[in-house]
């Protein structure tokens, strides 16, 4: 079992930052972050692998960075230039599989933190 623990949610203005932090009982292969707004479908963010390899939704390319510190066992997420449509609950989440591609490959969550993005 794998325990994730949200936090760094918040309320900010328009072109503002954010840094989120997850902090994990263990890793597993691919750790990532998603986020889901109210009436929308969940949406896979950014995700690091194991082997430092990360990917973006091309909504957040250029804005949002993942990066893990593996002594602290904790996920991070940098979000810089944040808009109004980065307002979502954002949960970590951790996959055992080697290439996850679905948030249904994904067999671990945390609770969330909002974030807040107002104009």
């Known amino acids: 079992q794998v325990r994730l623990v949200e936090t760094g949610g918040g309320s900010v203005q328009a072109g503002g930052s954010l840094r989120l932090s997850c902090v994990a009982s263990?890793?597993?292969?691919?750790m990532g972050w998603f986020r889901q707004a109210p009436d929308k479908a969940r949406e896979r963010v950014a995700t690091?692998?194991?082997?430092?390899?990360?990917t973006y939704a091309e909504s957040v390319k250029g804005r949002f960075t993942i990066s893990r510190d593996n002594a602290k066992n904790t996920l991070y997420l940098r979000m810089n230039s944040l808009q109004p449509e980065d307002t979502a609950m954002y949960y970590c989440?951790?996959?055992?599989?080697?290439?996850?591609?679905?948030?249904?490959?994904?067999?671990?969550w945390g609770r969330g933190t909002q974030v807040t993005v107002s104009s």
């Open positions: 690091i692998h194991s082997s430092g390899t990360t």
């Open positions: 263990a890793y597993r292969m691919c």
């Open positions: 989440a951790a996959s055992s599989r080697f290439i996850p591609t679905t948030a249904a490959d994904f067999g671990y």
